[in-house]
């Protein structure tokens, strides 16, 4: 998503302040977009704790300047876009997010605002949201959220979770509707956790942090029977469109699931007054390790439909619903020791190696100390008993010492002075600097590893068989001295290795994977290919725009650092970052060897369209039948097009389909060109059409002609 600076007038007093204002705008809402995309789609890099104050805080600075709470602000998003191999599909209806309160206080608050007769109270399981479709019975689909209107189809995986049945059950008093869109929680029960994480390392694999990030991991495998034995749950939790099937109130609703033998949780209640639900929440922060799911909060709804329908919803969240989270679990164990860890830039990261102790239903052993600035600010010595969190987060924290237990023995942490993986002296790379890197980055065995672990992943090249481990062996046997040379991997090679050979000296299956799938990477998109390169700043989304508008690296490296800041979401620190990057020799030679081998570094002239749309912004809205919302999007961009989520006065189309919403209304108000589905495709077409509402011509178009075109921008 492209965080946009708002620009306003104002007097010359109020210029710095509203500058000043508008910075820190930026710098919250690009922060929140790059941890929730990092939740959603990579590995986050902060707990749950840290983001939801960090997205208060965002709320609070919007709170205080409405202007500021633009459509394209994270807090009016759900979820993240989604970047995966999967297919993507269009919920039938949004899938929303949940709002928060984190105190008593903040929970009546919202009580006294929605003043509902009852109330249905649930856990909040920390688990991947997922939305089955039964058509007349029978399992159609099942997606991931995504984004809330566009998520994975994960059908086949979803197939092999024993909760979830095929086909419905139905009863006299619950006939079978004709259309039922359900949503619901996966997760791996706590109970299950230790045996997934048991086999994975049999398996080869590094164990799980918890239960949400192996559930997230494994319903995204290609394996559908390596997604059986990870031991998959699910608990239905909300409906979303139907056909035949209304329900009066969101209990009434879970008796309905019940009974077609769809899964609903034991724990849920159904309450009447304000008092029981202020128990409820009580019963469950005190028994949260009852639950067979990891939970982190509780759930409160207004059971009327009704009423839930007279609430409404914001951009992301229902107003009939909140979660109250509860605060991170803390416990204590024995620091042994604090080792440094070498990232992908040369930060150099100190992370605490602990006694091995369950906190939020998962063995934690490590956790990160962020830098030595840090270490001293909380005051750990080597030996201190230390009490940490991991509240059904991703990263366990170290809070602090506990003081009254040392005995003497406890020693002062020493920062090193040289790169613990290649000896390198380490320095801040600027002054001011909190964080010290290694400045070795061609040849840090440590920093060549991370690189290339991350170029593999699903956001850039989604090289399978190519994680952490396979990484770091690669480097150290020599096979690789940078990325330079990964897709002229031959099997000779790889025999050098341990991780892809056999007992008996031979290549194994996953060395046999990792060739094929490096021939596949080679043919992927040309943006996927930048955002490998580990630019720093430069990540998917300035990558999408970069390569949507210079269609080659070439072209891209000739350009100036004022042209490329001229790129939508770019602007001039991260152009000059691309520039930078570019004049460092080693990686010029990374690019050619790439391109030697035969990867993508240039879109092929004859499939790009024609760019009849280049200088126009178009808008779509509602459900086409011939296009995803990612393939309209692409069909405008590769036309030279800007592809926007908001309407306004600068506009020149509006695209409605099914279920436009306000957008439409908006467009109406402002006297914008409106086309339906039909003018769109001329629009791609021709670059000119008249207003859908106007022109019978525009409606005559054949719908295998919209069926084309949409084809060609998933292409």
Same mark, same amino acid.
């Given at each position: ?16 302040? #509203? ?78 997010? =949940? ?11 919202? !009580? ?41 189809? $994960? ?13 419905? #059950? ?60 990870? +031991? ?46 202020? +128990? ?146 380490? /320095? ?24 290339? +672990? ?34 002229? =991997? ?22 046999? +994977?990792? !060739? ?30 970069? /390569? ?23 602007? *001039? ?61 692409? /069909? ?18 509006? $695209? ?15 006297? !914008? ?10 629009? *791609? ?31």
């Amino acid at each position: 998503m492209v965080v946009k600076l708002i620009t306003m007038t104002n007097t010359p007093a109020e210029t710095t302040d #509203t500058q000043e204002i508008h910075q820190e705008w930026q710098r919250l809402a690009s922060e929140v977009t790059r941890h929730r995309e990092l939740y959603y789609n990579q590995t986050p890099e902060i707990t749950d704790a840290e983001f939801d104050a960090l997205f208060k805080k965002l709320e609070a600075l919007e709170a205080d300047h409405p202007e500021l709470a633009t459509p394209d602000s994270p807090t009016q998003q759900v979820g993240a876009p989604v970047e995966s191999s999967f297919e993507n599909v269009e919920h039938l209806e949004r899938m929303l997010s =949940l709002d928060n309160v984190f105190d008593e206080e903040e929970l009546d608050e919202w !009580l006294q605002r929605v003043d509902a007769p009852e109330y249905v109270t649930e856990l909040k399981i920390d688990g991947l949201s997922l939305a089955l479709v039964y058509r007349n019975g029978v399992l159609e689909r099942a997606a991931t959220r995504g984004d809330g209107r566009i998520g994975e189809d $994960v059908t086949e995986n979803a197939k092999v979770i024993q909760d979830v049945p095929h086909t419905l #059950t139905a009863t006299e008093e619950f006939p079978i509707p004709d259309l039922l869109e359900v949503r619901g929680e996966v997760f791996i029960a706590v109970e299950d956790f230790a045996e997934v994480n048991e086999q994975r390392q049999k398996d080869g694999g590094k164990p799980f942090a918890n239960p949400r990030n192996a559930a997230a991991g494994s319903l995204r495998q290609k394996d559908v029977e390596a997604v059986r034995r990870r +031991k998959l749950r699910m608990l239905c939790h909300g409906i979303g469109a139907t056909e035949g099937f209304t329900p009066a109130s969101q209990y009434h609703a879970y008796e309905a699931l019940a009974a077609w033998g769809l899964p609903v949780s034991d724990y849920t209640k159904l309450v009447k007054t304000i008092d029981e639900v202020h +128990k409820q929440v009580a019963y469950w922060e005190k028994h949260r390790g009852d639950a067979v799911c990891e939970m982190d909060g509780l759930v409160v709804k207004v059971d009327s439909i009704a009423e839930q329908r007279q609430l409404g919803a914001t951009s992301r969240a229902p107003r009939w619903a909140i979660a109250y989270k509860y605060p991170p679990e803390e416990v204590q164990t024995k620091l042994l020791d604090i080792h440094e860890g070498v990232g992908r830039t040369g930060r150099v990261t100190p992370y605490a190696v602990m006694e091995p102790v369950s906190v939020a239903g998962s063995i934690v052993e490590l956790a990160t100390l962020h830098n030595q600035t840090e270490v001293k600010r909380k005051g750990v010595l080597i030996g201190d008993t230390v009490v940490i969190r991991k509240a059904g987060e991703i990263i366990p924290e170290v809070l602090g010492p506990v003081v009254e237990r040392r005995d003497g023995t406890e020693r002062e942490y020493v920062f090193p002075e040289n790169c613990p993986s290649c000896g390198t002296k380490l /320095a801040p790379q600027r002054e001011g600097d909190v964080d010290w890197r290694c400045p070795n980055s061609q040849k840090c065995p440590a920093q060549v590893a991370a690189r290339i +672990k991350y170029l593999a992943d699903r956001g850039r090249f989604d090289i399978e068989a190519l994680g952490e481990k396979a990484a770091e062996d690669l480097v150290r046997s020599g096979v690789l001295v940078d990325e330079g040379g990964l897709f002229n =991997l031959t099997e000779a090679d790889l025999l050098r290795t341990s991780i892809y050979t056999t007992k008996k000296g031979t290549l194994n299956a996953t060395g046999k +994977k990792l !060739l094929k799938n490096l021939e596949t990477a080679k043919h992927t998109d040309l943006w996927r290919v930048m955002a490998s390169l580990s630019i720093r700043m430069v990540g998917n989304t300035a990558s999408r725009a970069l /390569a949507s508008r210079y269609r080659s690296l070439d072209a891209l490296r000739a350009a100036t650092v004022e042209d490329i800041a001229e790129t939508e979401g770019v602007g *001039l620190v991260m152009a000059q970052s691309f520039k930078d990057w570019f004049e460092v020799q080693w990686h010029c030679d990374i690019v050619d060897q790439w391109a030697k081998s035969g990867v993508t570094v240039e879109d092929d002239a004859s499939d790009r369209p024609e760019q009849v749309l280049a200088g126009l912004t178009v808008v779509v809205t509602g459900s086409l039948e011939g296009f995803t919302r990612d393939s309209a999007k692409e /069909a405008i961009i590769s036309r030279g097009g800007k592809a926007s989520g908001s309407v306004s006065k600068k506009t020149d189309y509006v $695209v409605v389909g099914e279920k436009a919403g306000s957008k439409e209304q908006k467009a109406r108000d402002l006297g !914008l060109t409106i086309l339906d589905e039909a003018g769109f495709v001329q629009l *791609l077409a021709t670059g000119t059409v008249e207003a859908a509402d106007d022109a019978d011509d525009a409606n005559d178009l054949d719908a295998a002609e919209a069926t084309e075109v949409a084809d060609a921008a998933d292409e």
